[in-house]
């Protein structure tokens, strides 16, 4: 019976004897955490300055946290720490204003790294040059109230009563936050005949140039994302005995794990057809299905379990850490690993190099894993037009997040839904076309263009349009920008149809945090009732605000009660 795992968040400390201790530890130490292996801390490099006692109280608490997060939370509390707090602590420093002990952190200085962060520059990576992103502000934040908090809990004596976070610094980040884009069709394209290449040569029984280990699990780490629509770490955590039998005869099950919830996700692809002959099956040597995929990869690095540590001899992705030089401290190099995240980044990065993979903006392409799930969820959702098979796909519990986050609309469904939406509009409304001469003497609008918008040709969802056309025939389908486009156009036969919508604006105020609603739509009811509404008399535009709250348009009605 598949059921859920009991998660497992402890990491324990390596020592001489194997056994774990609780002891303060040195400046520099390794922990050795069940999901990442051995992570190597240091933190010697933070004494300068006269910070002995903060780089203390930070240590202790990175050593305490080992029982409650996983390693590569730990480094990256690490990162985000010499990244960001340690150079906030140098500029404010400078300023006159040291900090060097922990009781000298309270809310004061707090909000001016959070200052601090508004205003930091990214060195590096890609956005260069360009303010650092919301999710960078936040890991760094959070980073810093991760170890003060420990610190409130373990040693309160320690800490300043002053301290306070901030409610919410960050409010709607997850809505904020731009999702995962998914691969275009040309760039999947490219990504395809890569892997096909080097399958190619991995499978060449003439025993040619052959790839890298690391290279052999990057391709099929991308074969089995862009097939499975998986997640990263689900996938680089697969075991030998993930791949079942399905009761139909022509599907296989692959039961993948998520870690963060313990939770278990099963789904079952096409197997290999069971009358193919034994001629076409030596034809085809390069595996054809997610199964044959998985089988050989499992058999490839069936070699390497004797080697692996007992808790890691059953994942798949298994390797041998090369001897590099780069790293004379490391304990990995020589020995058999399992394929961690940083792994596979770089192994990938290494094969995006190999090929010279680019986007369609013809820069270098910058492949995520992770991208490959919302890539596999807009394909199939482009092949059913059905949400709900592309949650079951994905293993989501609503179709909600399905499609908020991991689905992106083709251009025909966004042109689909445009065509329709003018269509009501323009049997809804009518307007006189005895205007259209008059409209047309001054010569800013053409005769034909000026029919077409009384006859309801180019109506909009809020008023008309001059010229709704982009260059290449596209039809723009925007609206919220119309009240700053120069092509808009409002009748007076349209203002009940605009104050309905500015009606449904305010209905939204109750909805979301007021600071942004302002920003989102204040600025559309300021353009329609100072720019627009003052352009008709004041009894027609009043009795259009009367009948958009008594009968609002069918496009903008507002549910429940008329407002």
């Not at 020592?15 to 130490?29: K, Q, R």
């Not at 509390?77 to 990244?83: E, G, K, S």
């Not at 919830?261 to 085809?284: C, F, K, N």
């Not at 990995?332 to 792994?343: E, L, P, S, W």
């Amino acid at each position: 019976m598949i059921g859920r795992k009991r998660v497992v968040r402890k990491v324990e400390s390596i020592t001489l004897d194997g056994t774990v201790v609780d002891l303060p530890p040195a400046w520099c130490f390794t922990i050795r955490c069940q999901h990442h292996g051995e992570i190597r801390l240091d933190f010697a490099p933070w004494r300068r300055r006269g910070r002995d006692d903060l780089v203390t109280h930070v240590r202790d608490a990175v050593w305490s946290l080992r029982h409650e997060l996983v390693g590569i939370t730990l480094q990256g509390i690490f990162q985000n720490l010499a990244t960001y707090f340690w150079p906030f602590l140098d500029d404010l420093e400078e300023s006159g204003c040291a900090v060097s002990h922990l009781s000298q952190i309270d809310e004061k200085v707090v909000r001016d790294f959070l200052a601090w962060l508004e205003r930091r520059i990214a060195g590096g990576g890609r956005r260069a040059g360009q303010p650092l992103s919301l999710s960078a502000k936040k890991n760094g934040y959070s980073a810093l109230k991760t170890v003060l908090t420990n610190r409130m809990k373990k040693t309160p004596e320690s800490v300043s009563a002053q301290l306070r976070f901030p409610k919410s610094p960050f409010p709607n980040i997850n809505r904020l936050v731009p999702k995962r884009a998914s691969y275009s069709k040309g760039e999947q394209s490219r990504i395809v005949a890569a892997c096909n290449q080097d399958l190619k040569r991995i499978h060449d029984q003439r025993g040619g140039d052959a790839l890298s280990s690391a290279q052999v699990l990057a391709v099929h780490l991308i074969v089995l994302a862009l097939a499975t629509g998986r997640n990263f770490q689900g996938l680089l955590e697969l075991r030998r005995d993930s791949l079942k039998p399905h009761p139909l005869k022509d599907r296989e099950v692959l039961i993948t794990e998520k870690r963060r919830s313990g939770s278990t996700h099963v789904a079952s692809y096409r197997a290999q057809a069971a009358d193919q002959g034994a001629e076409q099956e030596q034809i085809l040597t390069i595996p054809t299905t997610v199964g044959n995929h998985f089988r050989w990869l499992a058999e490839f690095t069936r070699s390497l379990s004797d080697e692996a540590r007992a808790e890691e001899r059953d994942f798949v992705f298994l390797w041998q850490v090369p001897y590099t030089g780069r790293h004379p401290r490391s304990t990995r190099q020589g020995r058999v690993n399992r394929f961690t995240q940083v792994d596979a980044r770089n192994a990938i990065a290494d094969f995006v190099a190999r090929h010279g993979l680019v986007d369609d903006r013809g820069e270098r392409l910058l492949f995520s894993v992770a991208r490959c799930r919302p890539t596999f969820g807009t394909n199939l959702y482009a092949r059913t037009r059905d949400i709900r098979k592309v949650q079951l796909a994905l293993g989501h519990a609503s179709a909600e997040t399905t499609a908020r986050h991991y689905v992106s609309l083709p251009a025909v469904a966004e042109r689909d839904h445009v065509f329709v939406g003018q269509a009501m509009v323009g049997w809804i409304t009518s307007a006189d076309e005895t205007k259209a001469t008059a409209l047309a003497a001054d010569g800013r609008i053409p005769l034909q263009n000026v029919h077409e918008l009384l006859s309801g040709g180019y109506n909009t969802v809020v008023a008309r349009c001059k010229n709704p056309f982009r260059e290449g025939g596209e039809v723009c389908g925007k609206y919220m920008v119309c009240f700053r486009c120069p092509q808009m156009v409002v009748f007076e036969d349209d203002l009940w149809k605009m104050f309905s919508f500015y009606n449904k604006l305010l209905a939204e105020r109750n909805k979301i945090a007021p600071h942004h609603w302002v920003k989102t739509y204040g600025w559309v009811i300021k353009t329609i009732d100072n720019d627009i509404a003052t352009q008709f008399p004041a009894d027609l535009v009043e009795a259009a605000k009367s009948k958009a709250r008594l009968t609002p348009h069918p496009a903008w009605a507002v549910s429940g009660a008329a407002l």
